[in-house]
């Protein structure tokens, strides 16, 4: 499977931005999918995932402004991004989650595309 993340851009803080995730491949609507986002100099963190069932996760700093959404229909995936904040600038990434592996960790997914740069600034 291969992964395509669109939608980035440059925003004001306090915007909205909705990005997707497009797969191709071998997929399947019964997989699990998870954003990631990696600013200048530091770790590729987790943000949000989606269980096959449609259940949500998030890291606590996009709670409540944040929201992941799929489409298996489409094999795609969601991120609706309000309230943008300039500290969440970053290449932001989509992926896979293997059966069975923790949401919270990098390591647990694959199928990573060349992610979409969100810019937040004034």
């Known amino acids: 499977v291969q992964l395509q993340a669109s939608g980035g851009g440059l925003v004001q803080p306090g915007g909205s931005l909705r990005l997707s995730c497009q797969a191709s491949?071998?997929?399947?609507?019964?997989?699990?999918m998870g954003w990631f986002r990696q600013a200048p100099g530091k770790e590729r963190e987790f943000v949000a995932a989606?269980?096959?069932?449609?259940?949500?996760y998030y890291v606590d700093s996009v709670k409540g402004r944040f929201t992941i959404s799929r489409d298996s229909t489409k094999n795609a995936v969601y991120l609706q991004m309000n309230g943008l904040k300039p500290e969440d600038t970053a290449v932001y990434y989509c992926a896979v989650k293997d059966v069975g592996a923790s949401y919270w960790s990098k390591t647990s997914y694959h199928g990573w595309g060349p992610g979409t740069q969100v810019t937040v600034s004034s």
């Open positions: 989606i269980t096959w069932s449609d259940s949500p």
């Open positions: 491949g071998r997929t399947s609507s019964f997989n699990d």
